[in-house]
């Protein structure tokens, strides 16, 4: 059984303040792991994901995440927000042998002017 | 970047009624594709995967009956809500996972349809 959690259901941040939203995994085998954002009433949108190779990712409008396999983490950072990217934020996580994603319960970022 | 289109975008039906919701991938097949329902600021609860040529195989405790899924075409999956009730009034995304590459392939998903039963 695979598994995400987003432990934080709301992060609060002012702009130009770095951005951290944080998830753990639990996947039997080696995970495949991603990041999607989602604006109201809208489809998800990949930010990025982590298959294998370094363990710093770097995705779509400059966010970046890190998978940590001993700490079984994968959070999602931005060293400097802006309002538009207040948003509904899920990780997923797949097992390599499994096409079916699980995702977290999400994390509501609101960036403040 | 694969693109995913849904239709409607936005449905309002009476109770009693189906409703049949469209997922097409427009620039790529897709032999499969899946079914995801989303409850107000909530998560995505995959509810079948439908399989190109063959039957849905559907999640624990999603009706089959109630939830018709048709994958007649490598870019079509249909989700038919038969007997629509208020409680099914819902966020309803598909995503389609291109052939290629397996398994590296991420999913990409539809914008969503909102669906209210009146």
């Known amino acids: 059984a695979q598994s995400v959690a987003q432990p934080e259901d709301q992060v609060n941040v002012a702009e130009g303040n770095p951005l951290t939203v944080k998830c753990t995994y639990s996947?039997?085998?080696?995970?495949?792991l991603f990041w999607y954002v989602q604006y109201p009433n809208r489809g998800l949108q990949f930010l990025l994901k982590?298959?294998?190779?370094?363990?710093l990712v770097k995705g779509s409008y400059g966010f970046e995440a890190e998978f940590n396999k001993s700490q079984t983490s994968f959070h999602l950072k931005k060293p400097s927000a802006l309002v538009s990217d207040s948003a509904l934020y899920f990780c997923?996580?797949?097992?390599?042998?499994?096409?079916?994603?699980?995702f977290g319960a999400g994390t509501t970022v609101t960036v403040r002017a | 970047g694969a693109v995913v289109s849904q239709h409607p975008s936005w449905v309002i039906c009476k109770s009693g009624t189906s409703v049949k919701i469209e997922c097409r991938s427009l620039?790529?097949?897709?032999?499969?594709m899946f079914w995801y329902r989303q409850f107000p600021k909530q998560s995505l609860m995959l509810m079948a995967t439908?399989?190109?040529?063959?039957?849905?195989?559907?999640e624990q405790g999603v009706e089959k009956d109630k939830f018709l899924i048709n994958h007649a075409s490598l870019t079509l999956s249909t989700l038919t809500v038969t007997s629509a009730h208020p409680e099914d009034s819902s966020f309803y995304i598909c995503?389609?996972?291109?052939?290629?590459?397996?398994?590296?392939?991420?999913?990409?998903f539809g914008p969503g349809t909102r669906l209210t039963v009146l």
């Open positions: 620039d790529f097949q897709a032999t499969t």
């Open positions: 996947v039997s085998g080696n995970p495949y």
């Open positions: 997923a996580v797949r097992d390599m042998d499994d096409y079916k994603l699980s």
């Open positions: 982590y298959i294998t190779g370094d363990n």
């Open positions: 995503s389609a996972l291109p052939p290629s590459g397996r398994p590296l392939n991420e999913q990409f």
């Open positions: 439908s399989n190109e040529g063959s039957k849905a195989t559907y």
